[in-house]
């Protein structure tokens, strides 16, 4: 949920098919009780329409590129060799 947004709280649950059927007829999930309908529906759009895969990419990316900008700065503030080995690149792996 932190890489939709910092302050978002969401969970879900990642069971057999048996258990999310009677997890689905409870009264108080039923009710919309102790979870936030609305931020679900807005997080599953965000997931069916491929939009979370495309920012994860992109975030991927940019960690990558900072991770890469803080190591080169560790290699000349302490002196490590150019032989040192840098993070990979989203690319690599």
């Known amino acids: 949920s932190k890489i939709l947004a910092p302050g978002l709280r969401l969970g879900w649950i990642h069971a057999d098919a ?3 059927e ?3 007829r409870d009264p108080v999930l039923q009710s919309g009780g102790c979870v936030n309908p ?3 529906a807005i997080v599953h759009g965000y997931i069916e329409t491929g939009i979370l895969s495309r920012t994860i990419v992109d975030l991927n990316e ?5 991770s890469r900008g803080f190591f080169e700065a ?3 503030e302490f002196g490590l060799p150019d032989s040192s080995e840098s993070p990979p690149s989203p690319d690599s792996r």
């Open 62 to 66: 940019i960690f990558s590129e900072r």
């Open 38 to 40: 609305v931020v679900a």
């Open 22 to 24: 009677l997890l689905t």
């Open 18 to 20: 048996s258990v999310v």
């Open 74 to 76: 560790l290699r000349r």
